[in-house]
C-alpha cells in the first residue's frame, strides 16, 4: 500500500493513495481565522477505523446470509488535552437494519470486526480504549 500527500495551500493537502480516490486534509479550521476545506488528519483516522469495522460487519452478516440493507457506524473520540493531541478514547455506535437480525449474530459481527478484522481497530486498540454498542433496525 502506498500513498501520497501534497501540500496545496495554507494547511491543506491533497492525499492520494494508489487506488486514485483522493481526498482533501486541512487543519485550517480555527487556524489564523481560516475556513477549513477537508477533514482534519484525525478525523480521516476516524472515519478509517469506522469505515473499516462497517465493511468487515456487512461482510460478516452477508457471509452468514444475513438479510442486511443498511449499516451505519457513529463514532465519537475522545483526544488529550496536550501535544499530542492522540485518541484516549473512542466510543463506536452501530446501527444494523435488516430483516430478521437477531442481536446475537450482529454483536458476533461486531466482536469479530474488533477482535479479529479490521486492522485499524486491531492497531488502534493498542493505545486507546475502543468501546462498542450494537443497535438493530427492522427492515420495512
Known amino acids: 500500500m502506498k500513498a501520497r500527500v501534497?501540500?496545496?495551500e495554507d494547511l491543506r493537502f491533497i492525499g492520494q493513495p494508489t487506488s486514485g480516490h483522493g481526498v482533501v486534509m486541512d487543519a485550517s479550521a480555527g487556524a489564523e481565522g481560516?475556513?477549513?476545506g477537508g477533514s482534519s488528519p484525525m478525523e480521516m483516522i476516524l472515519m478509517g477505523l469506522g469505515g473499516c469495522a462497517g465493511i468487515d460487519v456487512v461482510m460478516i452478516l452477508k457471509k452468514s446470509r444475513e438479510a442486511v440493507t443498511d449499516c451505519?457506524?457513529?463514532l465519537e473520540a475522545t483526544r488529550a488535552e496536550t501535544i499530542p493531541k492522540v485518541f484516549t478514547d473512542?466510543?463506536?455506535v452501530f446501527t444494523v437494519t435488516g430483516t430478521g437480525l437477531t442481536e446475537a449474530k450482529v454483536?458476533?459481527?461486531v466482536r469479530l470486526s474488533h477482535e479479529k478484522y479490521c486492522s485499524a481497530s486491531l492497531m488502534l486498540g493498542?493505545?486507546?480504549n475502543i468501546t462498542r454498542e450494537?443497535?438493530?433496525v427492522e427492515a420495512g
Do not use: L, P, Q
Open 90 to 92: 473512542i466510543h463506536m
Open 34 to 36: 481560516k475556513v477549513s
Open 134 to 136: 450494537t443497535r438493530i
Open 126 to 128: 493498542k493505545s486507546v
Open 6 to 8: 501534497k501540500w496545496v
Open 107 to 109: 454483536e458476533n459481527a
Open 72 to 74: 451505519v457506524v457513529d
